[in-house]
């Protein structure tokens, strides 16, 4: 899984799985759309007005939590 966020443009991508051809991206709101493989599986998801979204929360930190190791990270976004 991959994250990224370009803040010259307010979107940002959560990519969960590797290159696929074929992709269909379905608008699901006004702020988000669902990129599906030809599988039916979910490629990816891109955020428009990121910083709303991501920055709204945690004090502005993408924050990953490993539930079965009770570890978490947190990762600034407001660079």
């Known amino acids: 899984m991959q ?3 370009d803040p010259r443009y307010n979107i940002a ?3 969960l799985r590797e290159k696929a051809t074929g992709v269909e991206t379905i608008r699901a709101s ?3 759309n669902v990129d ?18 991501l920055l709204a929360q945690d ?8 539930e079965s190791l009770g570890e ?4 600034d976004l407001k660079r």
Do not use: S
Request: glycine fraction near 8%; charge should be negative.
């Open 59 to 66: 004090r502005g930190a993408l924050v990953v939590v490993n």
């Open 36 to 53: 599906m493989a030809p599988d039916g599986t979910v490629y990816g998801i891109e955020l428009l007005n990121a910083n709303e979204q």
């Open 72 to 75: 978490r990270q947190d990762i």
């Open 3 to 5: 994250l990224t966020y």
């Open 13 to 15: 991508y959560i990519r």
């Open 30 to 32: 006004d702020a988000l």
